[in-house]
T-cell receptor
Framework: DAKTTQPNSMESNEEEPVHLPCNHSTISGTDYIHWYRQLPSQGPEYVIHGLTSNVNNRMASLAIAEDRKSSTLILHRATLRDAAVYYCILSPGLLIQGAQKLVFGQGTRLTINP | NAGVTQTPKFQVLKTGQSMTLQCAQDMNHNSMYWYRQDPGMGLRLIYYSASEGTTDKGEVPNGYNVSRLNKREFSLRLESAAPSQTSVYFC????????????FGPGTRLTVT
């Protein structure tokens, strides 16, 4: 399975944009890039996913490098509620027998300062 | 919609005891998953059920069994609990075969003494 590399921790200020990087130099051509986050004492929460093009949704934006060896999750205006561990995960495009096995690394712990 | 629900929220077991963790989803999702999360670590997949009637091993299946009771429910059983199974257990579900996102429950915190 292709692996991802993320910084252990990052810090930002409330109401400022946050850019969370992820390196995935061994990504295959059909791997999707997923982001999940986990707030304290809660289960993970889906944030966004993409394949090649940049993606936007109500929570965040995902910027994918042209060579797909890295990506960046962008929170446009951080709030205190965005303090969480953010996981960057690769998942094969072809889901054998419909199974999607997510492999979670240690993620990036994001701290938001008031 | 309650989403994904898990019971119990907390449980303390003695070594050798057995128990079943319950998971249910009311979103008519096809696939369901069991993960464990040890302190300071990411989640690891124990078992999954791609669709009703099927189950398969994940990354760390030893010491566990699962049952996909129906489309809604997916239970995880510890036959003889060990201290190494002290962890937080999360259940998740995924809508359809083409969907890419998983929805997680709130977790069960299990301590084995």
């Amino acid at each position: 399975d292709a692996k991802t590399t993320q910084p252990n921790s990052m810090e930002s200020n409330e109401e400022e944009p946050v850019h969370l990087p992820c390196n995935h130099s061994t990504i295959s051509g059909t791997d999707y890039i997923h982001w999940y986050r986990q707030l304290p004492s809660q289960g993970p929460e889906y944030v966004i996913h993409g394949l090649t093009s940049n993606v936007n949704n109500r929570m965040a934006s995902l910027a994918i490098a042209e060579d797909r060896k890295s990506s960046t999750l962008i929170l446009h205006r951080a709030t205190l509620r965005d303090a969480a561990v953010y996981y960057c995960i690769l998942s094969p495009g072809l889901l054998i027998q419909g199974a999607q096995k997510l492999v979670f690394g240690q993620g990036t712990r994001l701290t938001i300062n008031p | 919609n309650a989403g994904v629900t898990q019971t119990p929220k907390f449980q303390v077991l003695k070594t050798g005891q057995s128990m079943t963790l319950q998971c249910a989803q009311d979103m008519n999702h096809n696939s369901m998953y069991w993960y464990r999360q040890d302190p300071g670590m990411g989640l690891r997949l124990i078992y999954y059920s791609a669709s009703e009637g099927t189950t398969d091993k994940g990354e760390v299946p030893n010491g566990y069994n699962v049952s996909r009771l129906n489309k809604r429910e997916f239970s995880l059983r510890l036959e003889s609990a060990a201290p190494s199974q002290t962890s937080v257990y999360f259940c998740a579900s995924r809508p359809t075969q083409g969907a890419r996102e998983q929805y997680f429950g709130p977790g069960t915190r299990l301590t084995v003494t």
